[in-house]
């Protein structure tokens, strides 16, 4: 079976108002929503009621029933007597009576016969009080709760069931143990807690609200004109029927409540209930047993439509009771109590510690720090986050129940921090705008310029009449002038009315001397005055770095074209000439030294001579 209570994160607004009535702590915040904790939850429906938003629901057995009333199955239901305090709009009780059973039910009891029953066993504890206080355990979502999260007061639970179980066992003992039950109460948690009594002689096969008898009424078009008078189907009870108000229970048997007399706390209420058990199990002093509803009174349960005025309910329900007592045949129903009064209506309980440990201080210290309010004057308690004091919500952050987003003033800072960092950023970004704004007109300027001096050096370039051609390191063509397309021939003239001035074209695919461009671009060295073969003609070459290893550019002239032809042959003969002139000179240059050395050598040898003969002529 599903789970009792779910909530629905797209309907959810993270007001905490959930977080802040639930009093098992059942409800955690957790990807932007309020998260259910099933385990945790004892069924009471609070939230369900408290959410403005409609984002928490709980289990709708309406299907279950319908189809429990289509079975060949003898079908009773087990009317809680809250009933009479939530159809206020119907005249008289009988026509409800009537209008659940054009449902389709066989048997329509109320449960204040079973009431009636019970409280003969609780004045049994009261009247053979052996030591021990015990807590009634008439209320689902209080046994649930203490089993869950007071189990050190399992013991002190009455061992008595619920009514409406004690209900379906007088039914199944008077219509057959094979007759399926349904329970319609005020009270979200009968829902799971009918689970625990399945294989019982006390089973209870499905529980509705009232809330879901008003949507099957509108779904069959069910109102009291449509039916006449009826009754319930005995046994029927008497005072019983005042057990959804305070006090009802042991006013059943005339047990006295006096201030002097009274034995007995009988209180309602979360806020009541809660501090009522802690002050029974820590208070010496509190020597009373507990009769508890979580509700304020089961009148104004979750099951009961909303906007209902708990007071006008309490009357209704007075009234109604009042009416009955009246018409009720008082031997008949003391021959019931004596036929029923042998019934095992006996249970047990299941201790589920779910407590949750408690940090250290020194932890809950650090969490408050981390949160901004490490000061006693920071800690404000505002509850806005759905825990009564700032300590308490680092409590449920350490179990892991809360995020620091959950703190309204936590949350209030930490906007304002990111609001500073947002006006910073866009101070920020206004500068850098302007920055950007003026790097733009910049740049268009530099564009406009560069565009400029693009078309200069394009005009230029054209007026050569050598080729020329500039390219990157992967030989894609750069910039290239019409004398150099020209020289290529016709296919390159057309791709140049295409792409103007071969910008983007590979050099590989238009000539085959770019090989010579490839050996500039890796080694940065200038090839100048290479001549090469292309087609019909010899092209001279110059290629030169423009940008080492990066951009190359070409000097290409066609030698066959008459006026290079003349240039070249005048260059060529000034060349040789040139060349010549050095060939001379350094030949002069080679023969003026061989001559100074003759000239030399001779003069010696003159010089020898006539030495020679003057020593002869002195001897």
């Not at 977080?19 to 929503?33: E, G, L, N, S």
């Not at 928490?56 to 009317?79: M, N, P, Y």
């Not at 770019?514 to 090469?532: A, N």
Request: glycine share 6%; net charge neutral; aromatic share 8%.
């Amino acid at each position: 079976m599903s789970q009792l209570i779910v909530s629905d994160k797209d309907k959810c607004n993270l007001s905490y108002t959930c977080v802040r009535v639930c009093p098992a702590k059942a409800i955690k915040i957790a990807d932007k929503h309020a998260q259910i904790l099933p385990d945790r939850c004892i069924g009471c429906g609070h939230c369900v009621t408290m959410c403005s938003q409609e984002a928490i629901s709980f289990r709708d057995e309406k299907t279950q029933v319908l189809e429990l009333i289509k079975s060949e199955d003898k079908v009773a239901v087990i009317c809680d007597p809250a009933i009479s305090g939530e159809f206020t709009d119907v005249t008289d009780y009988r026509k409800f009576v009537a209008m659940i059973r054009e449902l389709g039910f066989d048997y329509v009891t109320e449960m204040s016969f079973a009431v009636d029953l019970i409280a003969y066993r609780y004045e049994n504890l009261v009247e053979n009080f052996q030591g021990k206080h015990f807590i009634t355990t008439k209320c689902p979502a209080v046994v649930k709760y203490i089993e869950r999260h007071e189990p050190d007061l399992v013991e002190n639970l009455a061992t008595i069931v619920p009514p409406y179980i004690a209900m379906a066992k007088v039914v199944k003992k008077r219509y057959g143990t094979d007759t399926k039950v349904v329970y319609l109460t005020a009270c979200t948690a009968s829902k799971d807690d009918a689970k625990r009594f399945y294989g019982s002689d006390g089973q209870v096969d499905s529980v509705i609200t009232f809330l879901e008898l008003r949507e099957l009424f509108a779904m069959k078009r069910i109102s009291e004109n449509t039916v006449e008078y009826s009754e319930f189907d005995p046994p029927l009870g008497r005072k019983g029927g005042l057990f959804p108000i305070a006090h009802g229970l042991f006013q059943a048997v005339d047990i006295n409540q006096g201030l002097l007399e009274g034995n007995i706390l009988i209180t309602e209420g979360r806020t009541n209930f809660l501090q009522s058990i802690r002050e029974f199990k820590a208070e010496k002093e509190l020597k009373q047993h507990l009769d508890l509803f979580y509700c304020k009174g089961c009148i104004m349960g979750p099951g009961m439509s909303s906007g209902g005025k708990k007071f006008t309910r309490r009357s209704q329900v007075i009234k109604y009771v009042n009416k009955r007592m009246k018409d009720i045949d008082v031997y008949q129903w003391r021959l019931d109590v004596e036929e029923f009064k042998n019934l095992d209506l006996t249970r047990n309980f299941r201790s589920v510690d779910l407590r949750l440990v408690n940090p250290e201080d020194e932890a809950v210290d650090k969490v408050l720090e981390d949160m901004g309010k490490k000061k006693r004057e920071d800690q404000l308690g505002c509850g806005a986050c759905g825990y009564p004091t700032c300590r308490e919500f680092a409590v449920a952050h350490l179990q892991g129940l809360t995020d620091y987003e959950q703190c309204y003033t936590y949350s209030l800072k930490t906007l304002r921090s990111y609001v500073k960092k947002v006006n910073a950023s866009n101070e920020k970004y206004r500068v850098t705008q302007d920055a950007l704004l003026k790097s733009e007109e910049k740049a268009r300027l530099e564009e406009r310029a560069a565009r400029a001096a693009s078309e200069t050096t394009t005009s230029m370039l054209n007026k050569l009449r050598a080729g020329v051609v500039i390219v990157d390191a992967k030989l894609d063509v750069i910039e290239a002038n019409a004398k150099f397309i020209e020289m290529l021939g016709d296919d390159a003239s057309e791709i140049a009315e295409l792409v103007p001035g071969l910008k983007g074209a590979k050099l590989s695919t238009l000539v085959d001397f770019h090989k010579v461009f490839t050996t500039v671009l890796q080694s940065g060295q200038d090839v100048l005055d290479r001549d090469v073969a292309f087609k019909n003609s010899i092209f001279n070459v110059s290629v030169f770095t423009i940008k080492k290893n990066g951009i190359v550019g070409g000097i290409i002239r066609d030698l066959v074209t008459p006026e290079v032809r003349k240039e070249e042959v005048i260059k060529r003969a000034r060349d040789v000439i040139k060349e010549n002139l050095q060939t001379v000179q350094q030949i002069a240059f080679l023969l003026g030294e061989s001559a100074s050395k003759t000239e030399k050598t001779l003069n010696s040898i003159i010089e020898a001579q006539k030495l020679g003969d003057s020593n002869e002529s002195g001897q």
